[in-house]
């Protein structure tokens, strides 16, 4: 598998779509089985065409959701997450190198939730990756919301999914920013890393406000640089301040110190090793299957709260709503039951 240089970039079809009738966008129809079939082989071209659908949320999105969900459940998903600037891509891009090392197939999700333009630091995060282009064990995309109401929030389960059913071992998702979109990533990721630098005193601030709830890990990065020991001991004391970390079984998040951009000695080993731990905790604890079972509990929640939506819709202006809305006027009925009955007829 290749590099996705840009998801609107042009794509010649995929061997999968050759022969089916034109779509929307003047591509072709997707052909979505044997789509599935050729990302599951690791045809590059396929997995970019099915996140394609997901992020364009296609009226073929259930019929993709329908035909990966017997091959997924497998990756193990690691959201990285932490103010701009601090060091996520670099660290991003060690953790890919080690995982490769070590034979695994990996994916990269760049996620940015809040831009509604796709370009800087996402491009930036492209050039960079490259490094990995042309590896056929990394599957790498950059996501941006593209003015999508809502963000991202949506989209990246389903993208996540046809990573995880095209094999990748490790699915590594990277998000942009501080507030919201932790708590997002943190959803959709089995281990959160929140990521730091010395002197940010903003860092540690968003940390306080809240990162620290979502944090399974805490790196320290650029730890070449002074007040490294100071930004660990910060956290470490805000660490063992929070209550849920002091009970019994319960997961203390380790802080790890990195230098992602150096090429040896980098801590990313280290920061590997405090993952596996995690990840050996998430399954001996069975808080990792608590997790997966509350993420999909929340997606099946906004998939059927934007069909209610949707169907809501539909009533507006609608003959029943008219009729019933005449009767209010008229004293015949009153508002309460009135949206009884339109409920009901839903
Ligand atoms: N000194 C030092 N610089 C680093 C280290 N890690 C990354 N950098 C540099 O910090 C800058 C930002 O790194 P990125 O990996 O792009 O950071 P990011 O968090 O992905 O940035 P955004 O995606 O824009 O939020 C780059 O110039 C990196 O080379 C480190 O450990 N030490
Ligand atoms: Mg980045």
């Not at 999700?109 to 831009?115: F, G, H, M, R, Y």
């Not at 001996?284 to 509350?294: D, K, P, Q, T, Y």
């Amino acid at each position: 598998m290749t590099a996705e240089p840009d998801s609107t970039a042009v794509q010649a079809p995929s061997p999968a779509d050759r022969s089916a009738p034109t779509g929307r966008r003047g591509r072709r129809a997707a052909d979505v089985p044997a789509l599935v079939e050729g990302a599951r082989a690791g045809d590059a071209r396929s997995v970019a065409r099915l996140i394609s659908l997901v992020e364009d949320a296609s009226p073929l999105l259930r019929e993709v959701a329908a035909a990966l969900a017997p091959h997924t459940g497998r990756a193990q998903v690691l959201g990285l997450t932490g103010p701009p600037g601090v060091g996520k891509s670099t660290t991003t891009t060690g953790l890919v190198r080690a995982l490769r090392q070590a034979g695994r197939r990996v994916g990269v999700l760049a996620v940015d939730p809040s831009s509604p333009f796709s370009g800087g630091a996402l491009l930036g995060d492209r050039v960079r990756m490259a490094d990995h282009a042309g590896d056929s064990g990394v599957y790498i995309r950059s996501m941006a919301s593209r003015g999508h109401l809502g963000g991202l929030a949506w989209a990246t389960p389903q993208a996540l999914r046809v990573l995880d059913a095209a094999g990748c071992d490790v699915v590594l998702i990277e998000t942009v920013g501080v507030g919201q979109s932790e708590l997002e990533v943190a959803s959709l990721a089995d281990t959160t890393l929140v990521l730091l630098a010395p002197g940010m005193g903003d860092g540690i601030q968003a940390a306080k406000a809240g990162i620290l709830e979502v944090a399974d890990v805490f790196v320290v990065n650029k730890a070449d640089r002074d007040g490294a020991d100071q930004t660990a001991r910060d956290l470490r004391a805000m660490v063992s301040l929070g209550a849920r970390h002091g009970l019994a079984g319960a997961w203390t998040p380790p802080v790890v110190r990195t230098v992602a951009s150096r090429d040896a000695d980098t801590g990313i080993d280290q920061l590997l090793a405090r993952i596996e731990e995690h990840t050996a905790w998430l399954s001996s604890s069975g808080e990792g299957r608590r997790r997966r079972v509350e993420r999909a509990a929340r997606e099946v929640e906004a998939i059927a709260l934007a069909q209610l939506r949707a169907r809501l819709g539909d009533v507006r202006g609608s003959a029943a709503l008219g009729m019933l809305a005449e009767q209010v006027v008229a004293g015949e009925t009153d508002p309460y039951a009135a949206a009884d009955e339109l409920v009901a007829q839903l």
